[in-house]
């Protein structure tokens, strides 16, 4: 049993103006009418509380009469109804009546028109419907031939509606309370550090997981706090395009190549993550110029500015080298040329223009996508075997003492104690875009250094002081 919404009040369509809840009435009635697919009956409803003094029952009216004339087939009557929607003074409703506006252009052809009524809408829209208008502006821009504000539309759009990159924030949750406990924990932030950095003696001897948790640990606050700023400017971004799996794969595997790079050819212990961050950068380089990732505002932005960026730091990495600081550039350089590579080969899971747009039909594309998969699956392969030879060519060069291909000859586990006891080349790092001073601590009153050389710091693996300071990555 129906209740009738008007209440028994006198006959709504006698002549006069209509008080308000008389009016929501007869729109409520409307409603009930609508719904049950009477739609001649409920525009008559509705067209009597057209031209109501309150703007919100006006709008609502010819919103509602403007869906049964559309549904009736009188396209022209619903597009006037909707003209006039919106022309009256602005109501949480007018937003509605500019897409209805912006749609019924589309289908007559005006795209312009129904770009200008989207823009409309868009300002009205509440937040959780201008995801969906943005990507209605990306088209239209699209098909206009704005290529830039279709990528800013449909960014906002993948904003929208775009999973949390709960990786990249898990990532930087748990190296910043590492670098935290580092700083704080005493003797236990000591041994941490020892357990984690990358101790290239004691990788030559098996110890293989420091190559990645060396993105764990930091040389102090300055580097800890560069190096997470950077992190969190683009691993967010990153992790949107190609997806949290994709993402946790190029990150460990930018920090291997890091590490690999920097132990072939330096033979200074290191800490930090930017040998990853730069595979980040790398990354993002390729996917912004190759792919074409739809991206907001800001972010955009950002990836406009990563080229300048990598050669800035690795500009600022060579003269920071010639003035004497000790800087691990192979760390920056190996990361980035895994990230350059793994942007290539791996294919984003977020929205691209590509995938947005038209694409051509026919069996062609789809019966290449197994031989694309394949292939991406041996680019990363490849890069894993060029890693797992690196590996052995670095601990080769050590175990023959020669220390790295760039430097000194290193201790191997006969001679750490000696080393240790006479101390050994120091060098100081630095964070992202920013040198770390070393810090002036002394390993032990009992160690005996020459004048020339400086102390290294902390204990090392089993105790024993390693081979110089960790250089900050």
Known sequence: MTTDPLGG?????????????????????????????????????????????????????????????????????????????????????????????????VRGGDLRGALDAYRQADRRAPPEARAEIASRLGWLSKELGDQRAASRYFGRSREGGGDQPVVSYAILAVTIAIGIFQMIGGAQGDAITNVLMLDKVAVAHGQYWRLLTVVLVHAGLIHLAFNMYALYLVAPMIERIYGSAQFLLMYVLCAIAGSVTSYIFLPDNAVGASGAIFGLFGVLFIAFRIHHPLLGRG???????????????????????????????????????????????????????????????????????????????????????????????????????????????????????????????????????????????????????????????????????????????
């Open 9 to 105: 009040r006198r006959d709504p369509f006698a002549a006069g103006p209509l008080d308000r809840v008389t009016a929501t009435a007869l729109i409520q009635q409307a409603d009930l009418l609508a719904a049950q697919g009477e739609y001649q009956r409920a525009a008559a409803f509705y067209s009597r509380v057209v031209g109501h003094r309150d703007a919100d029952l006006h709008v609502a009216a010819l919103l509602g009469l403007a869906e049964c004339r559309y549904r009736l087939d009188d396209e022209a009557a619903a597009l006037e109804a909707w003209r006039l929607a919106t022309q009256a003074p602005d109501t949480p409703l007018s937003w509605l009546a500019w897409r209805q506006l912006a749609a019924a252009r």
């Open 299 to 473: 972010a955009a932005n950002i990836a406009r500015q990563i080229g300048f960026l990598i050669v800035f730091n690795l500009v600022l990495d060579v003269g920071l080298i010639g003035g004497g600081v000790g800087i691990d550039i192979f760390a920056h350089i190996g990361g980035l040329v895994a990230g350059l590579w793994l942007g290539l080969i791996l294919l984003p899971t977020g929205l691209t223009l590509a995938s947005l747009w038209q694409r051509p039909a026919g069996a062609p594309a789809a019966a290449t996508a197994p031989l694309s998969g394949v292939l991406r699956l041996a680019g990363v392969l490849l890069l894993v075997a060029l890693l797992v030879a690196g590996l052995q060519l670095g601990t080769t060069i050590r175990t023959a003492g020669q220390g790295g291909i760039g430097g000194v000859p290193s201790a191997s586990a006969p001679q750490a104690a000696s080393s240790a006891a006479r101390g050994a080349s120091a060098r100081t790092g630095r964070g992202f875009d920013e040198q770390v001073s070393a810090l002036p601590e002394a390993v032990d009153d009992a160690v005996e250094v020459a004048p020339a050389e400086p102390l290294a710091l902390g204990l090392g693996q089993a105790g024993v002081p390693p081979v110089g300071m960790p250089e900050s990555r």
